[in-house]
């Protein structure tokens, strides 16, 4: 396993990878790494010769009231379980290496971020887009590994891949769930044994959706409506629970077609937990547990 903190320097290695006939692999995550990410990291190595992890909490993409003092930093376990995992590189810059003095370039979609996580976060994908530019420009050829979990932030970053002519494929990646179906999440830690327990509502939900859907339900409020009874009267506040385009994130209404995105944000002692599944082409969450 290899460490590197100095962004030329991680770009150089990669370029010296694939000089060498390797395909590079990039799995990019904020830290306290968990057995979702072990998977992006699975997938990457299957897919390339050599697995480059990034370690960095963004400050860019945390508003100012969101966790960002607070968020886990665990390197030396997200090195050890990286390198299990098969990564053989590990890229943990400062904030300061990768946003260098007078640093004043951002990287904006204009609809994509407008609706579900976006409304409620309004700086947030700015940060995630921009980040994520520079890792792609530094890593060069490769292909990266995206949770689907951060589902609408695999659509903005496959749409800024596509616009911004980054040589890199973007792959996603299903979710990994505990037992009873919740989301694998670094935030997850925050909860307390009595909000993990209310926060198996959250699967749950979802599952309640997806099989209204198989049913024959095809109405946009209805769909919101059964997943939102599930889980409002266990959780602390509810961001939203909306059917979308799985494609450009719009909101739907009326009736969903042949596959609709149906995402959820909510509030739980003190973490914001999400979670999505795609309508007529995922099963139940439940079903996907470990």
């Known amino acids: ?50 697995v480059v992890v990034t370690v960095f909490v963004n400050p860019t993409q945390f508003g100012p009231a969101e966790d960002f ?7 030396d376990a997200d090195i050890e379980l990286a390198q299990a995992a098969g990564a053989s590189v590990v890229f943990a810059p400062s904030a300061e290496a990768m946003y260098p003095q007078g640093d004043e370039t951002r990287v904006k979609l204009s609809l994509l971020p407008r ?12 940060g995630v ?4 530019a520079k890792l792609f420009s530094l890593a060069g050829r490769s292909v990266a ?27 996603g990646v299903p979710t990994v769930r505990e ?16 909000h993990r327990a209310k926060a198996r509502a959250i ?29 409002a009267s266990e959780v602390d506040s509810v961001d939203y629970v909306t059917v979308a385009d799985s494609q450009s ?18 509030r739980l002692g003190g973490a914001r937990l999400i979670d999505n599944v795609v309508l007529g082409e995922e099963g139940s969450p439940l079903r996907g547990a470990s």
Not at 145 to 171: A, N
Not at 249 to 266: D, F, H, K, P, Y
């Open 1 to 50: 396993m290899r460490k590197v903190f100095a962004p030329l320097e991680f770009q150089s290695l990669c370029e010296e990878f694939r000089a060498s006939g390797k395909r590079v692999g990039l799995v990019p995550t904020m830290g306290a790494l968990h057995r979702g990410h072990a998977a992006l990291i699975e997938e990457a190595a299957r897919r390339a010769d050599e």
């Open 115 to 126: 609706f579900l996580c976006g409304e409620v976060r309004p700086t947030h994908f700015e």
């Open 203 to 231: 699967p749950l939900a979802l599952d309640r959706a997806v099989a209204a859907y198989a049913q024959g339900e095809r109405s946009v409020a209805r769909l919101e409506a059964v997943a939102r009874e599930v889980v």
């Open 145 to 171: 590994c995206f949770g689907r979990k951060d589902y609408q932030q695999l659509k903005l970053i496959e749409r800024m891949t596509t616009d911004l002519f980054f040589p890199v494929t973007v792959i």
């Open 249 to 266: 994130i719009e909101l739907l209404q009326g009736e969903v077609g042949e596959r609709a995105l149906l995402a959820l944000a909510v």
């Open 69 to 75: 003092a607070k968020y886990p930093r665990t390197l």
């Open 129 to 132: 887009s921009t980040v994520v």
């Open 179 to 194: 037992e009873d179906g919740l989301a694998m999440s670094s935030r997850n830690r925050y909860l307390a044994p009595e």
